[in-house]
């Protein structure tokens, strides 16, 4: 019998002989024993020989099949395969009854392919349920299971093989709608949105890192080559919070130095004493200062325009520590002076505080002329006028007092007790 393709065989047969099969070309009238065990095995081969399928398709009206195996499953188990391509009795390519496809891995773990319900899944096993990665057509949505990851290495195409050289990773953070960019312990992530990438000559971008200060979450604007340093611009269209852990503080930089900070307790700080102003002289200047309590000022105030100082009615102008006077106002019009108690009141200095400059001072009801330092009276300058008219009486002198004029002459005035 001549070398026949399977395609020049016309009608087939099996008979009862469970060991062969018999073919005939009844065309040809040319028959043929076949062991069933011996179809397509080679035997020990020294030399390439490959089985081939060897077709010329030569219709463009026809849609050809090059090769087709059609297994009506009546009756089969789970496990059944449509094809089974094994290396040394291991099955290297498979592809079960329901069309998955999987392949052994070097490790000799399962991996493959199925399609069901318009999604098509990547499975860690020959398991339908051990789905691990999957695409929906109709969405075009390439979905993870929940430990999954989006991960990338730093070696180049072509060269990786190995996880050890993932360096980058995104994935679910444990919840649902929580994305993270994370690489285990003691790894600081960075995250980049650009403005513009030239590759080394305009590169502009917002970056958020954990790298540039170590223990530190950093949100800047960066910029490489000739790109510019860009604004943040941090708007809300509610209410925006800045807020900070407990016992810590919110501060304020610029050009690099800490300038500004707010407490814990809450309080508005410089950074540097006496280093920094709120407002400009003549110009930028914030309106109005409301104050629940106290102003303290440690060198000087200075007050310009408007209507100077003004204090609310029934509060006090003082001075603290052992400088306890006071002034203060009840009334429109007047001007109270009190010890820090309101309870007394010793003694105005004008121009010093030695016996050099004068005073005026309280004692009980009446008020004195006194030097400075208290050491004695202090003459006073100007004209006495009496709270009751003159009484046109003659009376005798009982006594006198003293009165010096401008120049310091002294004049006696007669007196009647």
Request: with cysteine; hydrophobic share 40%.
């Amino acid at each position: 019998m001549a070398n026949q393709n399977l395609s020049q065989f016309t009608e087939k047969t099996f008979v009862a002989d469970a060991d062969h099969t018999f073919i005939w070309d009844t065309a040809a009238s040319i028959s043929k024993r076949v062991s069933r065990n011996s179809w397509l095995n080679s035997g020990t081969l020294t030399s390439d020989a490959p089985v081939t399928i060897s077709q010329t398709w030569n219709n463009a009206a026809v849609a050809f099949t090059g090769l087709k195996v059609n297994a009506v499953s009546t009756a089969s188990a789970a496990g059944s395969l449509l094809a089974d391509f094994q290396v040394g009795g291991t099955t290297k390519l498979k592809i079960t009854k329901n069309g998955m496809l999987t392949h052994t891995d070097t490790l000799g773990n399962l991996v493959g392919f199925y399609s069901n319900n318009n999604n098509t899944y990547f499975v860690a096993s020959d398991s339908s349920s051990d789905k691990v990665m999957g695409l929906n057509h109709g969405n075009s949505i390439l979905f993870l299971n929940s430990s999954g990851a989006l991960a990338w290495t730093n070696q180049a195409r072509g060269a990786f093989n190995e996880s050890a050289y993932v360096d980058t990773i995104l994935l679910r953070d444990g919840a649902p709608n929580t994305l993270a960019l994370r690489n285990g312990a003691g790894v600081p992530q960075t995250f980049r949105v650009y403005n513009t990438f030239l590759g080394t000559t305009a590169n502009e971008w917002f970056e958020i890192d954990w790298k540039t200060s170590p223990g530190t979450v950093r949100l800047f604007t960066m910029h490489g080559g000739t790109g510019v340093a860009r604004n943040i611009d941090i708007s809300a269209g509610g209410t925006l919070y800045f807020g900070a852990g407990t016992s810590s503080p919110i501060r304020m930089y610029s050009n690099g130095v800490e300038r500004w900070n707010v407490s814990a307790t809450g309080h508005f700080i410089a950074a540097a004493h006496n280093q920094y102003d709120i407002g400009a002289s003549g110009a930028n200047s914030p309106r109005n200062v409301y104050v629940g309590n106290s102003v303290a000022v440690s060198n000087s105030a200075t007050i310009g325009g408007g209507a100077g100082i003004i204090v609310a009615s029934g509060k006090d102008i003082g001075w603290a520590s052992n400088r306890n006077s006071i002034y203060g106002g009840d009334t429109d019009g007047i001007i109270k002076i009190t010890n820090y108690a309101a309870t007394d009141f010793n003694r105005l200095q004008f121009g010093g505080t030695t016996n050099l400059f004068p005073a005026i001072k309280r004692s009980s009801t009446t008020l004195q002329a006194r030097l400075a330092d208290d050491s004695a009276f202090a003459p006073i300058q100007g004209k006495l006028t009496t709270d009751t008219a003159y009484t046109g009486t003659v009376v005798a002198a009982t006594g006198y007092i003293t009165i010096y004029d401008s120049t310091g002459t002294a004049y006696r005035v007669p007196c009647a007790v």
